[in-house]
């Protein structure tokens, strides 16, 4: 094979003069096809840059004592990260259609350090919105869901659930190191230092790796050539977007995209009003990151086996348990936390894994990173939206009861909008 996988060869003992090359085979069943090096590649690049985003909700308490600004407005700069993400989601699609991994991963790499550096100069709300909701929010996009899932979505059809697991499993992988060592980071050197140690520890790995690891996939045809796959119709943006499955999906992730945003953002700041310290609080969304991993990988696994459409259901419905659990957790109901980090952890990364792979499984082709995009955008700009409705609920409540009311109610409208969406796909056998 051309690029990069030439590099990797050896010769067997005993066969002087003969040279049998790692990664060429072109069935993606086999550990040897270079698609895995690929999903191991984007595993570490959203462990290492993608999992920023976990991190802000440490960092969103510190911010709540050292500027006493109100939770809506500290939580504002978190949902314009989701405007800027949903603005941004579209365009990478096609980014990433047009000009393949090699260029845009490392460009989101450079945006995403220098979004950091400057959150180590936030003095005021607006450099905050502008700092982490345009700059870091913009470097996570380029390097986070929508490249990750087209790229890996191109190297597979047959194991793509399995290989989107793996890859987006990183995030969560890395959230399990990246929160703890962030609330120990700023315990130890204060929040700002913590913010130039992330700059400069992500751009000293991920841009070698992305420059000279990455390779453009192999054409469907040859897929299909290896045995493991027919090739599906190839859509275009043009037709999907007049298709109802795109719609009821964009909407599906819309009530998901509200759901997620006020858990992710608020967990930890209602854990440590209900008498859970800071560093508790964040070790728990620490060993959530396992379980979202496992999750993802497990969930992934059986879904190319069961169907992913059933993968999908039952998860959203386990994540939903758990926030069941998040809303009575006190300092003597403490183990509801654990609880809600097991079934919340667990059920969120098979959720997200199914749900993607389901959209590869209706829309496959080699548009899918701009069908992926444009599908994403409400869910970015629900997300923004979320956060800052919890924060208002709580500063009028005092509160955040009926925001998780609200969460259940944007999972339960998901989850029927998304099983109407998956009634036809690309792949019956695997998506029923």
């Known amino acids: 094979m051309a690029g990069v996988a030439s590099v990797f060869y050896f010769t067997p003992r005993g066969k002087r003069g003969v040279k049998m090359r790692f990664f060429d085979s072109t069935?993606?069943?086999?550990?040897?096809?270079?698609?895995?090096?690929?999903?191991?590649?984007?595993?570490?690049?959203?462990a290492i840059g993608g999992s920023i985003v976990s991190t802000f909700p440490v960092f969103y308490v510190t911010f709540l004592d050292e500027f006493g600004w109100s939770r809506a407005d500290t939580a504002l700069a978190f949902s314009t990260s989701m405007v800027t993400f949903a603005i941004a989601a579209g365009p990478i699609g096609a980014l990433i259609d047009r000009f393949g991994p090699r260029v845009v991963i490392p460009s989101g790499v450079a945006v995403l350090g220098l979004g950091l550096t400057l959150m180590s100069m936030v003095s005021s709300r607006f450099t905050l919105y502008?700092?982490?909701?345009?700059?870091?929010?913009?470097?996570v996009t380029l390097i986070g869901m929508?490249?990750?899932?087209?790229?890996?979505?191109?190297?597979?059809?047959?194991?793509?659930?399995?290989?989107?697991?793996?890859?987006?499993?990183?995030?969560?992988?890395?959230?399990?190191?990246?929160?703890p060592l962030c609330a120990f980071l700023i315990a130890w050197v204060g929040w700002r230092t913590a913010y130039l140690f992330l700059a400069v520890g992500i751009m000293s790995l991920l841009l070698p790796l992305n420059l000279?690891?990455?390779?453009?996939?192999?054409?469907?045809?040859?897929?299909?050539?290896?045995?493991?796959?027919?090739?599906?119709?190839?859509?275009?943006?043009?037709?999907?977007?007049?298709?109802?499955?795109?719609?009821?999906?964009?909407?599906?992730?819309?009530?998901?995209?509200i759901s997620f945003s006020v858990v992710g953002v608020h967990m930890v700041a209602h854990m440590v009003d209900v008498g859970i310290t800071t560093i508790m609080a964040a070790w728990l969304l620490g060993f959530m990151a396992i379980l979202r991993a496992l999750g993802g990988i497990g969930g992934g696994w059986i879904g190319d086996r069961v169907g992913r459409r059933s993968i999908f259901v039952g998860s959203s419905l386990i994540s939903v348990s758990g926030v069941v659990c998040l809303m009575f957790i006190t300092s003597d109901r403490w183990a509801l936390g654990y609880l809600f980090v097991?079934?919340?952890?667990?059920?969120?990364?098979?959720?997200?894994?199914?749900?993607?792979?389901?959209?590869?499984?209706?829309?496959?082709?080699r548009?899918?990173?701009?069908?992926?995009?444009?599908?994403?955008?409400?869910?970015?700009?629900?997300?923004?939206?979320?956060?800052?409705?919890?924060?208002?609920?709580?500063?009028?409540?005092?509160?955040?009861?009926?925001?998780?009311?609200?969460?259940?109610a944007m999972n339960m409208l998901s989850i029927i909008t998304g099983v109407i969406a998956t009634q036809r796909a690309a792949h019956p056998g695997r998506a029923k």
């Not at 597979?156 to 499993?169: E, K, N, V």
């Not at 045809?221 to 037709?239: F, V, Y």
């Not at 097991?342 to 209706?362: E, P």
């Open 27 to 46: 069935q993606e069943s086999s550990p040897r096809y270079y698609g895995w090096l690929v999903v191991g590649l984007t595993f570490a690049t959203m």
């Open 212 to 257: 000279f690891l990455h390779r453009n996939p192999p054409q469907r045809e040859e897929i299909e050539r290896s045995g493991d796959s027919p090739a599906p119709q190839s859509w275009t943006l043009a037709q999907a977007l007049k298709d109802r499955a795109f719609w009821l999906l964009f909407f599906s992730g819309i009530f998901q995209g």
């Open 130 to 139: 502008l700092y982490y909701g345009v700059f870091v929010a913009l470097g």
């Open 367 to 408: 548009s899918f990173g701009r069908i992926l995009g444009f599908s994403q955008m409400g869910a970015g700009l629900a997300s923004g939206f979320g956060p800052w409705v919890a924060g208002y609920i709580f500063d009028v409540m005092g509160s955040y009861r009926w925001a998780f009311f609200l969460v259940l």
């Open 146 to 179: 929508i490249p990750t899932s087209t790229i890996v979505s191109h190297w597979f059809i047959r194991m793509r659930s399995t290989a989107l697991g793996i890859a987006h499993s990183g995030r969560s992988a890395g959230s399990m190191i990246l929160v």
């Open 342 to 365: 097991l079934l919340y952890g667990i059920g969120a990364g098979a959720r997200g894994t199914s749900f993607v792979s389901l959209k590869a499984d209706i829309f496959p082709g």
